[in-house]
């Protein structure tokens, strides 16, 4: 209907002008979700909870907004946190972080990384990257005017990493290398040897890291996490980001964190003053306390090895071929028994005729991909695992 309101005027191609971003849309992540939302589907493909985060947490930030910390936080975040985040490193790791200096609060993680990126890179340098990723990697170096240098890690060996590969690929243009351990999409971890090898092919070059260790503590069968941190060499020349999101089911709050030697992150605060300056300032408090009084981060692997093991048991009764995962709350399932269809196309017929959302795994490559995986989300309650569960043995 028209009310007699103007529209929006389209602009034409002289005043958008050239993009920086040609060959990116909206992401695939927003993409599924919208689609979850359109056809009331289960959603197992944006990877978040859709359970609450602990009455505590929520209470202490309460407590501190009515404290009046409403006000902008210091540009670093709050030293209570800080220095919070550098006593969990140092117990786990065996390094300390100076908090003052070498740790900086940020909006999410994708904004840490964003953030390092652009501090990091100039014009004509490259990164590169092991693939399939995150989605965010790409842009950001694209933004920074870097070029990107995809590997391919080795889906028939677990998505492990050829280091042979890696070491090719590193040229006196190589600037940096993302890591992403436990791995989105497909749960797979590095192991001690993994980061001290990469060390052994970084000494004596300029490669940075930038270390995304979002799912740190969600990791299953015994194992632990291996750090960037925990491996001098490779701690002194990187930035590593982690997500409070992730660790307290609350994403929609968007705090992480970054970590790295002084100068590093001396280069690092120039961008983020200019980028977000400061960062919610009730929740940083809040998280300071509940991290000190009430930290609840042990407690995540038995907590969510228990929602991968419910989902991946009921995922057997199906037609879908479920695939190891050792960290993160995602797995990936081949539906080659069900389709021939690309994964994109797939992913939507499952959620228009099946009602369960997923995301497919070609766009997490940079390179053309289809080995007919999708990606489900297992960070639910039980009862919306078993509402998928249910719609997938019909496929």
């Not at 740790?103 to 490259?126: H, R, S, Y």
């Not at 889906?155 to 590193?170: L, Q």
């Not at 289809?370 to 997938?392: I, P, Q, S, W, Y």
Request: with cysteine.
């Amino acid at each position: 209907m028209n009310d007699g309101t103007p529209s929006c005027p389209t602009p034409g191609d002289e005043v958008v002008g050239t993009s920086r971003l040609p060959g990116v849309g909206t992401t695939i992540f927003t993409v599924m979700s919208r689609l979850a939302t359109e056809h009331r589907a289960v959603n197992l493909g944006q990877g978040f909870p859709d359970f609450d985060c602990e009455p505590g947490l929520q209470r202490l930030v309460g407590e501190e907004m009515a404290a009046g910390r409403n006000q902008y936080a210091p540009m670093a975040g709050v030293p209570a946190l800080r220095e919070a985040v550098s006593e969990k490193i140092a117990r786990r790791d065996g390094i300390r972080y100076d908090p003052e200096r070498e740790i900086t609060i940020t909006a999410g993680a994708t904004q840490a990384l964003l953030t390092a990126v652009l501090a990091a890179m100039q014009p004509g340098d490259e990164a590169i990257q092991l693939e399939p990723a995150y989605d965010s990697y790409a842009p950001s170096v694209e933004l920074a005017g870097g070029r990107l240098v995809p590997v391919p890690l080795d889906h028939a060996r677990g998505y492990s990493v050829d280091w042979d590969r890696v070491r090719a690929a590193i040229t006196p243009r190589t600037r940096l290398l993302f890591l992403n351990s436990p791995h989105n999409p497909t749960g797979a971890l590095l192991s001690r040897a993994d980061l001290e090898t990469l060390a052994s092919i970084l000494e004596g070059t300029r490669v940075l890291v930038v270390s995304d260790e979002v799912y740190e503590h969600i990791v299953f069968d015994g194992h632990r996490h291996a750090s960037v941190s925990s491996v001098p060499a490779l701690a002194a020349r990187a930035f590593v980001v982690s997500s409070f999101g992730k660790t307290y089911h609350c994403t929609g709050w968007k705090i992480g964190t970054c970590c790295a030697p002084a100068a590093l992150m001396a280069e690092f605060r120039k961008v983020h003053q200019f980028n977000v300056f400061a960062v919610n300032h009730p929740v940083q408090s809040a998280l300071a306390r509940w991290m000190r009084e009430s930290d609840s981060a042990e407690t995540l692997p038995a907590f969510y090895q228990e929602k991968r093991d419910h989902f991946v048991a009921g995922l057997a009764r199906t037609r879908f071929r479920s695939l190891a995962t050792s960290g993160s709350y995602f797995v990936l399932a081949d539906y080659s028994a069900i389709s021939s269809e690309p994964e994109e196309a797939f992913a939507r017929r499952l959620v228009i005729e099946h009602g369960v959302a997923t995301i497919p795994v070609a766009p997490f490559y940079r390179t053309p991909f289809n080995h007919r995986l999708v990606r489900f989300c297992f960070g639910k309650r039980l009862e919306t695992l078993d509402a998928a569960l249910e719609r997938l043995a019909g496929t």
